[in-house]
């Protein structure tokens, strides 16, 4: 069964600061993993994804996500923090196969200035 | 592309009334779910279908909730009676085959049951 850990509920970074937003995934099968941002009173867009292609992906407003193996990680970053990335993440996994994602519980992401 | 479309967007009731949200998938798009994201529950995943036929209902929380396909451009979600503990935000997303399972969400219905 395929599962996702997001950790750490909440993140606060100071503006221009680096952002780190864990995610661990557990699939039996090689995965599919995304990255999803929901705005406020917005529903979720994706961000960026993996689909086995290379290693580090890169996504919208200078996110990007790398995909390790070894440590069953998709941890995302964005190397300084703007005001609005203000939001909730989530990272969320599929396998090859017509299956729903699995989402993670999400991570709030507060930006201080 | 207008994306996915959800209709209402907010919509506030009294208990024990039938409520309906209604979902527009991308056009093409073979799959289609429905989700219901609250504070303290996060997102789940209530039912999903693939070219209208639902797939998985295991999340709709009881029978209360059903939801319907009638065609490829329009799906439903019904709850009848509503209680205060179904207030939440109701989201459909919609999905391609062959698109490594990428879904496309819409902006979400508000619902309040008073």
């Known amino acids: 069964a395929q599962s996702v850990t997001q950790l750490g509920s909440h993140v606060s970074v100071s503006e221009g600061a680096l952002v780190l937003l864990r995610c661990n995934y557990s699939?039996?099968?090689?995965?599919?993993l995304f990255w999803y941002v929901q705005y406020p009173n917005q529903g979720l867009q994706l961000l960026l994804k993996?689909?086995?292609?290379?290693?580090l992906v890169k996504g919208i407003n200078d996110f990007e996500a790398e995909f390790k193996k070894s440590e069953t990680s998709f941890h995302l970053t964005k190397p300084s923090a703007h005001m609005s990335d203000a939001a909730e993440y989530f990272c969320?996994?599929?396998?090859?196969?017509?299956?729903?994602?699995?989402f993670g519980k999400g991570t709030r992401l507060s930006v201080i200035a | 592309d207008a994306g996915v479309i959800q209709s209402p967007r907010h919509e506030v009731t009294e208990m024990g009334q039938e409520v309906t949200l209604r979902c527009k998938p991308i056009?093409?798009?073979?799959?289609l779910f429905w989700y219901r994201q609250t504070m303290m529950r996060g997102l789940e995943l209530l039912i999903y279908?693939?070219?209208?036929?639902?797939?998985?209902d295991s999340g709709m929380p009881e029978d209360r909730f059903s939801a319907k396909m009638p065609n490829a451009s329009f799906s439903t979600l019904k709850i009848q009676p509503s209680e205060p503990r179904d207030s939440a935000v109701y989201f459909c997303?919609?999905?391609?085959?062959?698109?490594?399972?990428?879904?496309?969400f819409g902006p979400g219905t508000r619902l309040t049951v008073l």
């Open positions: 699939s039996s099968v090689p995965p599919y």
């Open positions: 997303a919609s999905s391609p085959t062959g698109a490594y399972n990428e879904q496309f």
């Open positions: 993996y689909t086995s292609a290379a290693t």
């Open positions: 969320a996994v599929s396998h090859s196969g017509n299956t729903p994602l699995v």
């Open positions: 056009s093409g798009h073979d799959y």
């Open positions: 279908f693939n070219n209208n036929v639902p797939i998985d």
